[in-house]
């Protein structure tokens, strides 16, 4: 079936460092994948997404390239700030499948 | 603006007690969902309607109801709270099956 796997465990980092987040998934066909973003006490709401093989999304300063290859979607932004303290949630093709989401907490 | 909204957005109840969580988007989306987020678990989908009539289960629907009598309606039932039940529930929709998820703000249980 469809699944999504995300790193493990939170995220703390230190203001303008990099930051990657692991998204690999499982599906059958061709899946379109997303990244959304919760800020604390909201709800969630979409950051990225990406529809086909090699295609490239990108918001906010962050991007993930969908890697048909190794089956990733991985987030990545080359400078957090503060205001970047979230939960970032992979998602597959929307309601089929979300991760279990990351807590990023950006120090400044 | 068009917005999707969420009530109660905290709701204190009795194990064996029913609740209704009430869901309300404007955006005229066929496409509707229900998720509960749990820490450790991630957000996971309870059921969801694709238009006016239609619901789905989905992989945690046991326990739960929903009806979907109009577009912009789709109320969330507990027939008799559990304490398993203590979550965040989200509500969201969409206008295409593969589109983007607009959700509210959330509806936090507890199920004492």
């Known amino acids: 079936g469809n699944s999504v796997t995300q790193m493990e465990g939170p995220v703390t980092l230190s203001e303008e460092a990099f930051l990657t987040i692991n998204c690999t998934y499982t599906a059958t066909g061709y899946p379109s994948l997303f990244w959304y973003v919760q800020y604390p006490g909201e709800g969630l709401q979409l950051l990225l997404k990406a529809t086909k093989a090699d295609d490239k999304g990108s918001n906010k300063g962050f991007e993930a390239t969908y890697r048909k290859e190794t089956t990733s979607f991985h987030l990545e932004k080359g400078s957090v700030q503060v205001s970047d303290s979230a939960v970032y949630f992979c998602a597959l093709n929307n309601r089929l499948a979300f991760g279990k989401g990351n807590q990023v907490v950006v120090i400044p | 603006d068009a917005e999707i909204t969420q009530s109660p957005r905290h709701k204190i109840t009795e194990t064996g007690r029913q609740v209704t969580l009430a869901c309300h988007q404007t955006w005229n989306h066929n496409n509707m969902f229900w998720y509960r987020q749990d820490l450790g678990h991630g957000l996971r989908l309870i059921h969801y309607?694709?238009?006016?009539?239609?619901?789905n289960k989905g992989e945690v629907s046991d326990g739960y109801s929903v009806s979907r009598s109009n577009t912009e309606d789709l109320p969330l039932t507990l027939e008799s709270a559990a304490s398993s039940q203590t979550s965040v529930y989200f509500c969201?929709?969409?206008?295409?099956?593969?589109?983007?998820?607009?959700f509210g703000e959330g509806s936090r249980l507890t199920v004492l």
């Open positions: 309607s694709y238009g006016v009539q239609d619901t």
């Open positions: 969201a929709s969409s206008d295409r099956l593969v589109g983007e998820l607009f």
